[in-house]
């Protein structure tokens, strides 16, 4: 089986985590720039200085046969403060950006959020307060109308539940918050309808591209397949993070047995969504809308039913075997025998992916096309004598798209891969030494340096032939 002509292999970036800059320039400030000086772990500046050098990853691109780009456009560097004033030169930079992409021939994929609310509207409840669905609105539609002759693919936003449970669930993203499920919940919902609000306001611009959103899935398997708690705890763990956001994205509401596992999981905090009946008018019009869904996936879980306390600590190191995930009433993330983990306890199972992609087939059948917006492998490289050999990075990329081409070839029409990421850059909780990159940086004189990777990736690009 072979790769469309058509298919694009691209490359995966996100503003914050690769552009630097991130007080220059007129952008306005972020929850992560405080945040991340009160930890004193690391910073994203100057990352990998994208603001500067994005001519030459776009060369890079060129050379190495990726025809496709993930950007995301950084509010904050257009509106400031979220609304309001405009910032030319933030305004100006994408404008450039997008021109040297199609200069390159490399299509620009572009996302409006990646985990980047202005601080303004942040401060003030960030999605929870719905002031800030509005107004992602209305620099949404001034991204549209901006760049119509530059971007044909939009994505509305990166990765909600990676935002949620982030920031209410884990504690590792701003303001560090844990165990809220109904926060997280609500948030979701919010998200989603800031999403459907920004997909109708596209379409009725009548402009010439498409839209969708990103959605980080994993497939959630019961760790003892034939014991019930176990499977009713993988059932909560998946409305939690696919179901509820996939039920939103093509149905437009949630289904029944949606709406009862996440009703129940807002009770254990004695939490209740809220959910008006003129959210899901909107959603429901948006839903029939949506072009693609993006998908990022990395990993599946393994999950046992769990009644003890709440107890999450995040591996944001790299030392094996550190992690825990233990939600009470929920449910607990296990490691599995026979399935591998990367350093950060990452489990490598790409079956799963196609477990996945089918699985969305099935339940939505009437999704469009799907775009793998992320996959990739965080990775310690090691520089030696001039040559990356990132060797685990080609495997875990070779069987994931071995997966994919079996999903297409049941029948699900997946339209291009895009490997996180395109070159190293910050990782939100784990800073510098997990590295993604196609391209390997040295963060002291921002040279890049091609890994292995870099050079299979580009032979499959060329033949569409996996090897
Ligand atoms: C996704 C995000 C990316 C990226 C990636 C790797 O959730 O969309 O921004 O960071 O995961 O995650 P991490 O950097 O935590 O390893």
């Given at each position: 089986?072979?790769?469309?002509?058509?298919?694009?292999?691209?490359?995966?970036?996100a503003?914050?985590?690769?552009?630097?800059?991130?007080?220059?320039?007129?952008?306005?400030?972020?929850?992560?720039?405080?945040?991340l000086?009160?930890?004193?772990?690391?910073?994203?500046?100057p990352?990998s200085d994208?603001?500067h050098?994005?001519?030459?990853?776009?060369?890079?691109?060129k050379?190495?046969?990726?025809?496709?780009?993930r950007?995301?456009?950084?509010?904050?560097?257009?509106?400031p403060?979220?609304t309001?004033?405009?910032?030319q030169?933030?305004?100006?930079?994408?404008?450039?950006?997008?021109?040297?992409?199609h200069?390159?021939?490399?299509?620009?994929?572009?996302?409006?959020?990646?985990?980047?609310?202005?601080?303004?509207?942040?401060?003030?409840?960030d999605?929870l307060?719905?002031?800030?669905?509005?107004?992602?609105?209305?620099?949404?539609s001034?991204c549209f109308?901006e760049?119509?002759?530059?971007?044909?693919?939009w994505f509305?936003?990166?990765?909600?539940?990676?935002?949620?449970?982030?920031q209410?669930i884990?504690?590792?993203?701003?303001n560090?918050?844990?165990?809220?499920?109904?926060?997280?919940?609500?948030?979701?919902?919010?998200?989603?309808?800031a999403h459907?609000?920004?997909?109708?306001a596209?379409?009725?611009?009548d402009?010439?591209g498409?839209?969708?959103?990103?959605?980080s899935?994993?497939?959630k398997?019961?760790?003892?397949?034939?014991?019930?708690?176990d499977?009713?705890a993988?059932?909560?763990?998946?409305?939690?993070q696919?179901?509820?956001?996939?039920?939103?994205?093509?149905?437009?509401?949630?289904?029944?047995e949606?709406?009862?596992i996440?009703?129940k999981?807002?009770?254990?905090?004695?939490?209740?969504?809220?959910?008006e009946e003129?959210?899901?008018?909107?959603m429901?019009?948006?839903?029939?809308?949506n072009?693609y869904?993006?998908?990022?996936y990395?990993?599946?879980?393994?999950?046992?039913a769990?009644?003890?306390?709440?107890?999450?600590?995040?591996?944001?190191?790299?030392?094996?075997?550190?992690?825990?995930?233990?939600l009470?009433?929920?449910?607990?993330?296990m490691?599995k025998?026979g399935?591998?983990?990367?350093?950060?306890?990452?489990?490598?199972?790409?079956e799963?992916?196609f477990?996945?992609?089918?699985?969305?087939k099935?339940?939505?059948?009437q999704?469009k096309?799907?775009?793998?917006?992320e996959?990739?492998?965080?990775?310690?490289?090691d520089?030696e004598?001039?040559?990356?050999?990132?060797?685990?990075?080609?495997?875990?990329?070779?069987?994931?798209?071995?997966?994919l081409?079996k999903a297409i070839?049941?029948g699900?029409?997946?339209?291009?891969?895009?490997?996180w990421?395109?070159?190293?850059?910050?990782?939100?909780?784990?800073?510098?030494?997990?590295?993604?990159?196609?391209?390997?940086?040295?963060?002291?004189?921002?040279?890049?340096y091609?890994?292995?990777?870099?050079?299979?990736?580009?032979?499959?690009?060329?033949?569409?032939?996996l090897?």
């Amino acid at each position: 089986m072979r790769f469309a002509n058509d298919f694009i292999f691209g490359g995966a970036t996100a503003a914050y985590q690769c552009e630097g800059s991130t007080r220059e320039y007129g952008k306005g400030k972020v929850a992560w720039d405080d945040f991340l000086a009160e930890k004193g772990r690391f910073q994203a500046n100057p990352a990998s200085d994208f603001y500067h050098q994005y001519p030459v990853d776009l060369k890079l691109c060129k050379m190495f046969g990726i025809n496709g780009i993930r950007i995301s456009i950084a509010w904050s560097r257009i509106f400031p403060d979220g609304t309001g004033k405009i910032n030319q030169q933030g305004v100006d930079f994408y404008h450039q950006l997008f021109k040297e992409c199609h200069k390159k021939g490399v299509e620009p994929f572009v996302t409006l959020h990646h985990f980047d609310t202005p601080n303004t509207l942040f401060q003030k409840g960030d999605f929870l307060n719905k002031e800030t669905v509005d107004a992602f609105e209305k620099y949404a539609s001034y991204c549209f109308e901006e760049y119509k002759d530059e971007v044909t693919y939009w994505f509305t936003f990166n990765e909600i539940w990676a935002v949620c449970t982030n920031q209410y669930i884990e504690g590792t993203f701003p303001n560090g918050e844990k165990y809220n499920m109904t926060k997280a919940f609500q948030s979701m919902h919010y998200m989603m309808l800031a999403h459907s609000k920004a997909v109708l306001a596209y379409k009725k611009g009548d402009y010439k591209g498409k839209i969708g959103i990103v959605q980080s899935l994993e497939y959630k398997y019961p760790y003892n397949e034939n014991k019930l708690e176990d499977i009713i705890a993988a059932k909560n763990e998946d409305v939690l993070q696919n179901q509820f956001l996939l039920d939103a994205t093509f149905l437009g509401y949630y289904s029944d047995e949606t709406l009862k596992i996440a009703q129940k999981l807002c009770a254990l905090n004695q939490g209740m969504l809220d959910i008006e009946e003129s959210d899901l008018e909107i959603m429901k019009k948006a839903a029939k809308e949506n072009d693609y869904l993006g998908m990022n996936y990395y990993q599946s879980r393994f999950i046992q039913a769990y009644d003890g306390e709440n107890d999450i600590y995040h591996n944001g190191t790299g030392e094996k075997g550190t992690s825990r995930f233990r939600l009470k009433g929920v449910g607990e993330r296990m490691n599995k025998e026979g399935i591998d983990r990367t350093d950060w306890d990452w489990l490598i199972h790409p079956e799963s992916m196609f477990d996945m992609l089918v699985r969305i087939k099935q339940q939505y059948p009437q999704y469009k096309a799907i775009y793998i917006t992320e996959n990739g492998m965080g990775y310690k490289d090691d520089f030696e004598d001039g040559i990356i050999d990132d060797t685990p990075r080609i495997d875990y990329v070779r069987r994931h798209l071995y997966y994919l081409l079996k999903a297409i070839e049941a029948g699900v029409n997946v339209k291009g891969y895009f490997i996180w990421s395109l070159m190293d850059m910050f990782s939100w909780t784990n800073g510098y030494n997990k590295r993604y990159g196609l391209f390997y940086i040295d963060y002291k004189t921002q040279k890049r340096y091609p890994k292995a990777s870099a050079y299979w990736y580009k032979y499959i690009s060329q033949t569409k032939e996996l090897f």
